[in-house]
């Protein structure tokens, strides 16, 4: 399925594979990949927190390595595998303060052998939510308390709970870190990156409470009065400079579970949301107590279209990424949904993929079993596909695949390739 790229050409062109990879015990925790393969973190909690990190070229596992803490999203730039993990005390052997810190440590993709590691830690505590590829370096977001540090770089935060970004360069440098939000509980959710004619594009999502800001820009709140927590999204540059900011949100909370940028420019934010809201100008109402909405922004922020992923049960967004021109988002639902022109039916607590070309749903695809089933990652694949890990806690069907029901429920895992 996956070429080893050679000076002329991939040896074979890229393919599709479903298939198990739970551990008794463990959860699936982050994914990605490229020609050379695909990498998963697997998250056990039987002692202390121990993360298995797992690169496969098909089904076949060519190398392991194992750390203490736990795993969240993974990344790939130039020949450098990045792995976010969280823990207390020691993690990866550089200590921590706040409980919580985090760490991003690299990896040769290839051969499994360690590069470098890199605490991002705070005060009170630090997580990392989200880490993109940016040339052969890593963009990376996530929230903390109090005041933190990533290297030489330190901020603190305006309130309660703020964002961050960092970018960091293929050796590990720090080159900025920045904050957003205010007096309340604000966080940055995903980060997503496109590098294109002589341009660096960084986009960034999350949610905020009245009185947030970047660099002095204030997001606007739906209702300035209210507690409830909004979405936002922005665009940096390069050199993390803000270039424009938008927001959407109405009277309950709603939250952003990602962002990417496709081929064609266009920024878009996957979005859990309730009731009664407002994007830019236009009315959005829900089909049920939540529902996803995918929600588009042109290369200047002006708005771009919106659609909504829902039925009349509990439904909303997990992950999104680009594959070239198009979006695919993974999403859970309940009861029945209608996706674009399609209507598909859940056996119990459901998951699903779409694929957009804006606002164009051009294709569903459902993942049914008998438990409850949970898209826990997703990576975009050269931008030619994407990567998935799904949780399952009973027998599955994944992309026709069967997957058998786990032992322990909490450790079902399945991988998912899909080139297009």
């Avoid at 089904?59 to 990344?75: E, K, N, Y």
Wanted: with cysteine; aromatic share 6%; net charge neutral.
């Amino acid at each position: 399925m996956f070429g080893c790229p050679g000076p002329k050409s991939p040896e074979a062109p890229i393919g599709s594979l479903t298939l198990e990879i739970g551990r008794d015990g463990g959860a699936l925790r982050g994914v990605a990949g490229d020609l050379d393969g695909t990498y998963a973190a697997i998250t056990s909690f039987a002692d202390s927190p121990r993360t298995t990190i797992e690169a496969r070229r098909k089904a076949a596992i060519t190398w392991q390595a194992t750390l203490a803490g736990t795993s969240g999203p993974l990344a790939r730039a130039g020949d450098q595998l990045a792995v976010t993990l969280g823990g207390n005390g020691t993690v990866a052997e550089l200590p921590l303060r706040g409980t919580p810190g985090a760490v991003v440590i690299t990896f040769d993709a290839l051969t499994g052998a360690p590069r470098w590691k890199l605490a991002i830690d705070a005060s009170e505590w630090a997580v990392i939510t989200s880490i993109a590829p940016i040339g052969t370096g890593f963009v990376v977001g996530g929230s903390f308390a109090g005041t933190l540090r990533a290297a030489t770089k330190i901020v603190s935060s305006a309130g309660k709970i703020d964002g961050f970004v960092a970018r960091l360069s293929a050796k590990g440098e720090v080159e900025w870190l920045i904050r957003t939000g205010g007096a309340n509980a604000d966080a940055i959710t995903g980060v997503a990156v496109l590098v294109g004619a002589g341009a660096e594009r960084i986009a960034i999502t999350g949610t905020f409470a009245t009185g947030a800001e970047l660099q002095g820009e204030p997001f606007v709140a739906f209702d300035d009065k209210s507690p409830a927590v909004d979405v936002f999204v922005a665009e940096l540059d390069g050199k993390g400079s803000r270039k424009w900011s938008a927001s959407f949100g109405g009277k309950l909370d709603d939250s952003s579970s990602g962002v990417a940028i496709d081929a064609k420019g266009r920024v878009a934010v996957a979005a859990t949301v309730r009731d009664k809201l407002k994007v830019d100008t236009a009315d959005i109402s829900t089909n049920g107590p939540s529902d996803g909405l995918v929600v588009f922004y042109n290369r200047d922020g002006s708005p771009g279209g919106s659609v909504v992923l829902g039925g009349e049960a509990l439904d909303g967004l997990h992950g999104i990424a680009a594959a070239g021109p198009r979006i695919v988002v993974g999403g859970f639902y309940a009861g029945t949904i209608q996706v674009g022109r399609e209507k598909i039916t859940a056996q119990g607590d459901d998951a699903f993929f779409a694929i957009l070309d804006g606002t164009k749903v051009d294709a569903v695809w459902p993942v049914r079993g008998a438990g409850r089933e949970e898209v826990v990652a997703i990576s975009p694949l050269l931008a030619r596909g994407f990567v998935a890990g799904i949780g399952h806690t009973a027998a599955a069907t994944i992309f026709g695949q069967p997957l058998a029901s786990p032992k322990d429920p909490a450790s079902g895992a399945g991988l998912v390739v899909r080139a297009f």
